[in-house]
């Protein structure tokens, strides 16, 4: 097996984004001071300024800057009013009500309204997997005024806060009507939020740095910041997202003290980064990330389920994690169709694992589908090096299992741009790509966009099964946490068998930041840069 490095040296590419629709409106301002802005590097490059668009976290971040909420998951993931002022719910009805709470305003200065909200809501469902699992259960969204709506329900369903809430990508923001009413398979090509901070264009260079400022007309909510809930009080006068994909540098910048947050210092580095009385390290997401290989259902070979079934005998986690994380006591493997540490984890059907990689029987199943060595295209992520050393890892791992595999290398923009390509490999199409999320989200059969297994209207991949449906419909009634765990390994023990999806481990990734940022807020999925200051 060829040694996979877990240092990797990553070139970056400005062109990526470079054609990406750039938004209208651009507030200018004299520039803030060092004390008053801080400059963050994440795992990648903003491929997109529609949130809804695509399951890109980096999009998630942006909409988080400068669009809001209807709800917010506070720290205890309770969903929490956020957008939203007032709201009722008449069970006799199935009729949810909300209002809006006074002082919201999009960035152009105009009132933000019912108009805006039911379209927003309405695009937001058509791209997201809970949001569709809901839709399905409402017979009605309608305005009653300017500032309150009503969803009707024709069914008991008891998720509509915490659909509305999630941070899981995508995430409900609202947008202005006119965006809204955009086409949700189309790109919206216009930035105007309502959130705490607004997109400088003048100053931000696609691929290269994303400029946002505090936005002075935005009115926080009384309460404590708690999650994404709560006053979104802005303590600095401007974040810098620079894109900045090689990690030395990264780890270098910030020792310097030239950018102030690192979301994904490697391993190899935190003994540096420890060691430095500067720097802090500090875990935002408890529950970690849990690393995603998706098939694309559509086209062979992975039409076929014993081919699906194979990659699970093929994938080896522990190898994985060790590519990346080497000992690290920040990574393990992961059997559980929803995670480790999530409430709904368990042990169904995972015969797989506990046998071990197996590539006689990845063979023998591919045997049973009549696979005849037919071309597998895997798309490798380069500039995030957790992905791309798990793509290398598994082709690797599935030639050994009998499959003919093609790598396909380009940034993780390009495969976000790429993996909506529902055409056959050979005319820009794809058959496998890596990816991740966040474990509270995988352990959420509702609100994780890839537990749906809807076909057409799936995420990427496009999985299609009709069991798996059924028993996601009877785990959103379930009345008691003991019923919900009883139906999730119903849904665990099917899953494994049809495969929607494999895992290649599970992982905690701390940040590491400069000792003067304070009030960072631990969230699954996004990260709020609301409540932090440069003390």
């Not at 919201?104 to 927003?120: E, F, M, Q, R």
């Not at 910030?254 to 390290?281: H, S, T, V, W």
């Not at 998706?294 to 080896?316: E, G, I, S, T």
Request: hydrophobic share 40%; net charge neutral; with cysteine.
């Amino acid at each position: 097996m060829t040694k996979i490095a877990r240092r990797t040296v990553l070139k970056s590419s400005a062109a990526a984004v470079a054609a990406m629709a750039a938004p209208s409106l651009a507030m200018a301002q004299a520039r803030p001071s060092a004390a008053r802005t801080i400059r963050a590097v994440f795992h990648g490059d903003v491929p997109s300024y529609d949130p809804i668009w695509t399951t890109a976290n980096m999009s998630a971040y942006h909409g988080g800057m400068v669009y809001d909420t209807l709800f917010g998951i506070d720290s205890k993931g309770d969903a929490k009013p956020q957008m939203v002022g007032r709201y009722d719910y008449d069970a006799s009805s199935m009729t949810w009500t909300f209002e809006l709470r006074p002082g919201l305003k999009w960035h152009d200065g105009t009132d933000v309204t019912t108009a805006d909200v039911i379209p927003s809501i309405k695009r937001w469902a058509v791209r997201d997997g809970g949001g569709q699992h809901m839709m399905q259960r409402v017979k009605d969204i309608a305005a009653k005024d300017e500032k309150t709506f009503t969803i009707s329900l024709k069914e008991r369903y008891g998720l509509v806060l915490d659909v509305l809430a999630k941070t899981t990508t995508p995430v409900g923001f609202m947008m202005r009507k006119k965006e809204a009413e955009t086409d949700p398979m189309q790109k919206i090509e216009t930035v105007v939020g309502s959130g705490p901070f607004t997109l400088n264009l003048a100053e931000t260079r696609p691929g290269t740095q994303y400029v946002y400022d505090r936005n002075p007309n935005y009115v926080p909510r009384n309460e404590a910041p708690s999650g994404i809930s709560g006053g979104k009080v802005v303590k600095v006068d401007r974040v810098v997202f620079v894109n900045m994909p090689d990690s030395q540098t990264a780890v270098a910048a910030l020792q310097a003290g030239e950018i102030d947050f690192y979301e994904i210092p490697q391993a190899d580095f935190m003994p540096q980064l420890e060691a430095d009385r500067n720097i802090k390290i500090q875990v935002l997401n408890e529950v970690g990330l849990v690393g995603q290989i998706r098939p694309n259902f559509l086209h062979p070979p992975f039409d076929n389920v014993k081919c699906r079934q194979a990659l699970l005998y093929c994938v080896k986690q522990s190898d994985h994690m060790r590519a990346t994380f080497g000992t690290s006591k920040y990574a393990k493997d992961t059997p559980s169709f929803f995670g480790m540490g999530t409430p709904m984890s368990n042990d169904a059907n995972i015969g797989w694992y506990t046998g071990g990689q197996n590539f006689a029987k990845s063979k023998a199943l591919l045997a049973e589908a009549g696979y005849k060595g037919e071309e597998v295209l895997l798309m490798q992520a380069t500039n995030i090096p957790y992905m791309s050393n798990a793509a290398q890892l598994l082709a690797q791992e599935m030639r050994q299992g009998g499959f003919n595999v093609r790598v396909e290398s380009m940034d993780w923009s390009n495969v976000v741009q790429r993996r909506a390509n529902k055409a056959p490999p050979s005319q820009g199409g794809w058959n496998i790509f890596i990816t991740s999320s966040g474990g509270t989200a995988i352990g959420h059969p509702i609100l994780l966009a890839a537990h749906a297994a809807t076909g057409d209207k799936a995420w990427f991949g496009w999985p299609s099964d009709e069991k798996h449906e059924q028993l996601r419909a009877q785990w959103a009634v379930g009345e008691t946490l003991a019923d919900r765990q009883r139906i999730a390994r119903e849904i665990q023990e099917n899953a494994w068998n049809f495969v929607p999806q494999v895992y290649y481990g599970q992982w905690i990734q701390p940040a590491a930041m400069r000792t003067n940022l304070q009030g960072l807020l631990s969230v699954a999925e996004i990260i709020p840069w609301w409540n932090v200051e440069k003390v």
